[in-house]
C-alpha cells in the first residue's frame, strides 16, 4: 500500500521561498505520477503542478515561472520549489500519487505566506 506523507510547508513573508517534499513509501514510484494539489480556507481545491513519471512538468498559470517540480526516484520524493511567493499562495498543499489501479493522496502541508 502506497503512502505519501508532505513535509516543508511553514510561514514565509511575501517573496520568499520554501521547498515542499512529497515522499512515498512502496514500490513503483518511479512509474508513478504526481501532483500537487492546494486548498485555501472557503476555496475549492486547486491543481498546483504535476510531474510525470518521464519527467515532464506542467503548472497551473497562477505559479507558473514561480514555482518549479521536479522528482528524484532514488528517494522516492517530489519537490516543490517554490518561489517568489504571494499572499494568495496560503492553502494546504497536498501531493497526489498515480498510476494504473493507484491514487492516493497525502495529508497536506500548510503553507501561510504573511507579513
Known amino acids: 500500500q502506497v503512502q505519501l506523507v508532505e513535509s516543508g510547508g511553514g510561514l514565509v513573508q511575501p517573496g520568499g521561498s520554501l521547498r515542499l517534499s512529497c515522499a512515498a513509501s512502496g514500490r513503483d514510484f518511479s512509474i508513478s505520477n504526481i501532483g500537487w494539489y492546494r486548498q485555501a480556507p472557503g476555496k475549492q481545491r486547486e491543481w498546483v503542478a504535476s510531474?510525470?513519471?518521464?519527467?515532464?512538468?506542467s503548472y497551473a498559470d497562477s505559479v507558473k515561472g514561480r514555482f518549479s517540480i521536479s522528482r528524484d526516484n532514488a528517494k522516492n520524493t517530489v519537490y516543490l520549489q517554490m518561489n517568489n511567493l504571494k499572499p494568495e499562495d496560503t492553502a494546504v498543499y497536498s501531493c497526489?500519487?498515480?498510476?494504473?489501479?493507484?491514487?492516493?493522496w497525502g495529508q497536506g502541508t500548510q503553507v501561510t505566506v504573511s507579513s
Open positions: 510531474i510525470s513519471s518521464g519527467g515532464s512538468s
Open positions: 497526489i500519487l498515480s498510476r494504473i489501479g493507484v491514487t492516493t
